[in-house]
Nanobody
Framework: QVQLVESGGGSVQVGESLRLSCTAS????????MAWFRQVPGKEREVVAV????????HYADSVKGRFTAFSDHAKNMVNLQMENLKPEDTGVYYC????????????????????WGQGTQVTVSS
């Protein structure tokens, strides 16, 4: 089973940037769909970005389109999330997830679609 480790969380001010990284214990290209979810206390995890198993399809939540970019570093088995122009509503615990699903990224927007999860990393955006 693939193991996932997130890094890069922290506290920033509104409008600043942050990059999260997810390092997988094995190759993900052509093996796993990868995703970033986030969660705030009292709410369910919500999808932020999904990268399909071939790496060619990427889906973003409407709330982050134009601000967040998910991209892979296949040589390092990493999936990164570059977050720009951060807002207070981006605050939460960000989780990396993986699954062997062959569905396109836009169909993998719920947490029950993913079998493997990282431990999460906190992102706090202050105004």
């Amino acid at each position: 089973q693939v193991q996932l480790v997130e890094s890069g969380g922290g506290s920033v001010q509104v409008g600043e940037s942050l990059r999260l990284s997810c390092t997988a214990s094995e190759r993900t290209l052509n093996r796993y769909a990868m995703a970033w979810f986030r969660q705030v206390p009292g709410k369910e995890r919500e999808v932020v970005a999904v990268v399909g198993w071939t790496g060619s399809s990427i889906h973003y939540a409407d709330s982050v389109k134009g601000r967040f970019t998910a991209f892979s570093d296949h040589a390092k088995n990493m999936v990164n999330l570059q977050m720009e122009n951060l807002k207070p509503e981006d605050t939460g615990v960000y989780y990396c997830a993986a699954d062997k699903s062959r569905l396109p990224a836009m169909m993998l927007t719920s947490e029950d679609r993913f079998s493997f999860w990282g431990q999460g990393t906190q992102v706090t955006v202050s105004s």
